[in-house]
């Protein structure tokens, strides 16, 4: 519910989205859901748009004009190719394997006994995807 939401447009056709979050314990942004239309795709309007919102956040284009950086987490090859070799972007995590499920349920069952929710059957994790994350760091001032 905190989240806003933004689309680009070419030519006043929608091409992309992304969703930015607050990250109250760092504090900072999370860029999330990008998504770039199939025919717009491999040519560069995604990440441009990407780094067009990250760079608006650290410059305080955010909520309440707040100067904080944007993190973003992306399993896609090509995307992880361009982030970690571009100057924009610092690397700052990279899980190559899956969660443990188990441990996950666990933990969501020990929460959910002790406010008095109902117990899950399921839980996060095990999907063996990697998943690297990335800092948005812009340009840098000489």
Not at 59 to 70: C, D
């Amino acid at each position: 519910m905190a989240a806003e939401y933004y689309a680009g447009f070419v030519d006043g056709i929608p091409v992309a989205h992304v969703c930015a979050c607050p990250r109250f314990e760092i504090p900072g942004y999370r860029l999330t859901r990008l998504v770039v239309m199939p025919e717009w795709q491999g040519a560069g309007v995604g990440t441009r748009f990407l780094n067009y919102i990250a760079e608006m956040h650290k410059n305080g284009g955010g909520r309440n004009g707040r100067r904080l950086p944007s993190y973003f987490h992306t399993s896609h090859p090509q995307l992880c190719g361009y982030l970690r070799y571009s100057k924009l972007w610092s690397q700052c995590s990279a899980v190559m394997h899956g969660g443990n499920k188990k441990k996950s349920m666990a933990s969501i069952n020990k929460s959910a006994r002790a406010s008095g929710a109902v117990e899950v059957s399921g839980g996060y994790g095990g999907h063996f995807r990697a998943v690297q994350g990335f800092k948005y760091i812009g340009e840098k001032i000489k």
